[in-house]
Protein backbone atom coordinates (compact mmCIF):
# COMPACT_ATOMS: atom_id res chain seq x y z
CA UNK A 1 0.00 0.00 0.00
CA UNK A 2 1.27 2.88 -0.79
CA UNK A 3 1.37 6.63 1.74
CA UNK A 4 0.85 9.87 0.59
CA UNK A 5 3.75 11.86 2.15
CA UNK A 6 1.80 15.34 2.11
CA UNK A 7 -1.47 13.54 3.73
CA UNK A 8 -2.11 14.47 7.91
CA UNK A 9 -2.94 12.20 10.14
CA UNK A 10 -6.57 12.68 11.47
CA UNK A 11 -6.54 13.90 15.27
CA UNK A 12 -9.54 13.36 16.84
CA UNK A 13 -10.42 15.13 20.05
CA UNK A 14 -12.04 13.07 22.64
CA UNK A 15 -15.68 13.92 23.61
CA UNK A 16 -16.30 14.95 27.09
CA UNK A 17 -17.64 12.56 29.25
CA UNK A 18 -21.41 12.24 29.58
CA UNK A 19 -23.04 13.76 32.52
CA UNK A 20 -25.84 11.29 33.94
CA UNK A 21 -27.60 13.18 37.52
CA UNK A 22 -27.34 10.25 40.44
CA UNK A 23 -31.02 11.51 40.54
CA UNK A 24 -31.96 10.05 37.12
CA UNK A 25 -30.07 7.04 37.72
CA UNK A 26 -31.56 5.99 41.19
CA UNK A 27 -34.85 7.79 41.20
CA UNK A 28 -36.54 7.20 44.17
CA UNK A 29 -34.61 4.28 45.37
CA UNK A 30 -31.41 4.49 47.35
CA UNK A 31 -29.32 1.95 45.96
CA UNK A 32 -28.81 0.03 42.49
CA UNK A 33 -26.31 -2.71 40.66
CA UNK A 34 -24.81 -2.28 37.80
CA UNK A 35 -23.58 -4.99 35.77
CA UNK A 36 -19.85 -4.43 33.97
CA UNK A 37 -18.04 -7.21 33.25
CA UNK A 38 -19.66 -10.00 34.25
CA UNK A 39 -19.41 -8.73 38.03
CA UNK A 40 -22.13 -6.80 39.61
CA UNK A 41 -21.59 -3.71 41.21
CA UNK A 42 -23.65 -1.97 43.92
CA UNK A 43 -24.31 1.96 43.79
CA UNK A 44 -25.46 3.08 47.24
CA UNK A 45 -26.96 6.68 48.71
CA UNK A 46 -26.05 7.09 52.11
CA UNK A 47 -28.19 9.06 54.78
CA UNK A 48 -25.54 12.00 54.38
CA UNK A 49 -25.94 11.94 50.79
CA UNK A 50 -22.64 10.57 49.68
CA UNK A 51 -22.46 8.08 46.93
CA UNK A 52 -21.05 4.79 47.46
CA UNK A 53 -20.10 2.00 44.92
CA UNK A 54 -19.16 -1.20 46.07
CA UNK A 55 -18.45 -4.98 44.00
Known amino acids: MLQ ?3 AKPVVRTPQPPE ?10 R ?4 IEHGGER ?3 SLTKN ?3 ILTK
Open 19 to 28: VVSAASLLRD
Open 4 to 6: NPT
Open 41 to 43: YRL
Open 30 to 33: RELV
Open 49 to 51: GKL
